[in-house]
């Protein structure tokens, strides 16, 4: 008997036949005697359409008020999924309950739309698994340590899921979603990309953060550092396949290199269109700069990217660096109104229209020249790079966003991703 945590996202609950079928797979494997613990997300649309009334209402202000608003309706989307999903495990006549974030509870800290899980109480969750009940735990959201509720950000059920399989040490947590795996790059973007049956939780980990929508990365992040045995598999299969072949379906996260097996030098290529770069003109050169430009955007919670400092000339330099396009809005507005006047910077430019393309595999830790391949294979499609940043295992690259479909597909090719491995 093991404990496994399911995750089923959004357009796997897309519709009441849909959660039928996530019951019925469910059951199936409670019915061969798992503990089961389900983490779904809303109903596909759903967290979109909620979003959009309070639009409707009011444009949304960055006031914490406001953002507190947008969790408590936003939460409601998990609530009624996840309540949805007992109901129809109960229809398979199996007993099942569900709790949203706040009654496990999944406590959070403050920042509301984007807050983090600092700790999970499954005293609850652990007493119905002991009485033979299928427990669900709504996705996306946890409760704070004044009692309000919060979200995760969007996306945020896989990371409620994996939290909860670590806080519960499970033996398994598989994501059930509407592709079969993790792929070398967007099959929409390059039709030859393939499915990848292994991958290291560290490539992982950057091709998340590079825009491989496939998992949450804060998932990835909770995965690697509980070592949560990690699946990522179609909830688009007959619910009642063999249970072995769908548990070996799918992308496996790994945590330990194959020795035996010939390690791909890349193993895929992400990108993100949900960039923007903002540069900070004619600021004086000096100690701290980077801090008071960096440190006021850190603290307002905005996640900063890639950072470029330019060569002064004449005491003055120019500062660059990439956030979020849902962040851009408000970085701008704090570096011309906070920072830019402290600063004595002479201007604040913003680009939208850019994006961010990575070759990504632990491989190039022990080659040389994969970068500079990467380069020629840009420079040879005439694409110009306006930032280049690298790790140990990753290189990537901010260009013009009408090059971006060019760019991962001459890449793609370039690395041999196009074919199979031998
Ligand atoms: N429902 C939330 C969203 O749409 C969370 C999730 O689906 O993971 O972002
Ligand atoms: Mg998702």
């Known amino acids: 008997m093991s404990l496994i945590v399911h995750k089923y996202g ?11 079928n996530v019951a019925k797979r469910v059951a199936k494997w409670a ?19 909620l979003l959009a009334l309070a639009k409707e209402l009011a444009p949304s202000t960055l006031t914490d008020a406001y953002s507190r608003e947008l969790d408590m309706l936003a939460a409601t989307g998990e ?36 807050a983090r899980i600092e700790s999970i109480d499954d005293k609850r969750v652990r007493a119905d698994l002991a009485a033979g009940r299928v427990v669900i735990v709504t996705g996306f959201q946890g409760l704070d340590e004044s009692g309000n509720i919060t979200t995760l950000g969007r996306g945020g059920s896989d990371t409620s899921a994996v939290a909860v399989a670590a806080a519960m040490k499970a033996d398994e947590c598989l994501i059930y979603t509407d592709v079969d795996g993790v ?38 992040e909770f995965a690697g550092k509980y070592k949560v045995k990690l699946r990522v598999l179609s909830s ?60 006021a955007v850190a603290d307002a919670n905005i ?10 000339k004449g005491g003055l330099t120019d500062f660059s660096f990439t956030v979020n396009h849902g962040d851009y809005a408000k970085t701008m507005d704090l570096l011309k109104n906070v920072v830019m006047p402290k ?35 840009l420079s040879e499609e005439g694409i110009n790079i306006q ?34 491995p031998a």
């Not at 959004?10 to 039928?20: F, H, L």
């Not at 039709?191 to 992982?204: D, I, K």
């Not at 035996?260 to 030098?265: D, F, K, S, T, V």
């Not at 604040?348 to 020629?376: E, L, Q, Y």
């Open 10 to 20: 959004g357009t796997s609950m897309g519709s009441t036949e849909r959660i039928s």
């Open 31 to 49: 019915r061969v005697g798992h503990q089961m613990v389900v983490v779904p997300s809303a109903m596909s649309g759903e967290t979109n359409r």
């Open 79 to 114: 609530q009624a999924s996840s309540a949805l999903l007992a109901i129809a495990l109960q229809a398979e006549g199996l007993e099942s309950v569900s709790y949203a974030g706040w009654q496990v509870p999944i406590r959070t800290n403050n920042a509301y739309t984007k």
């Open 183 to 220: 792929y070398t790059t967007d099959p929409r973007v390059v039709p030859e990309a393939r499915r990848l049956e292994t991958v290291s939780f560290e490539e992982m980990l950057e091709m998340a953060s590079m825009g491989s929508k496939v998992l949450q990365i804060r998932s990835v």
């Open 236 to 295: 688009f299969t007959p619910w009642d396949i063999d249970i072995n072949t769908e548990a070996a379906s799918g992308t496996l996260i790994t945590f330990e290199e194959d020795e035996n097996m010939e390690q791909a030098i890349v193993s895929g290529i992400a990108f993100s269109r949900d960039e923007t770069k903002i540069s900070v003109l004619g600021v004086p050169d000096k100690p701290g700069i980077a801090y008071q430009i960096l440190g």
């Open 303 to 312: 996640e900063i990217d890639m950072i470029i400092q330019n060569i002064s």
């Open 343 to 377: 600063l004595g910077a002479e201007e604040v430019v913003g680009d939208t229209k850019i994006c961010k393309v990575s070759i990504v595999g632990i491989g190039m830790r022990s080659h040389v020249g994969v970068a500079s391949t990467m380069f020629r294979v």
């Open 387 to 420: 930032m280049i940043s690298t790790s140990e295992i990753k290189t990537s690259v901010v260009i013009d966003e009408k090059y971006m479909e060019l760019a991962v597909r001459a890449l793609h090719k370039a690395f041999g991703l196009d074919q199979a």
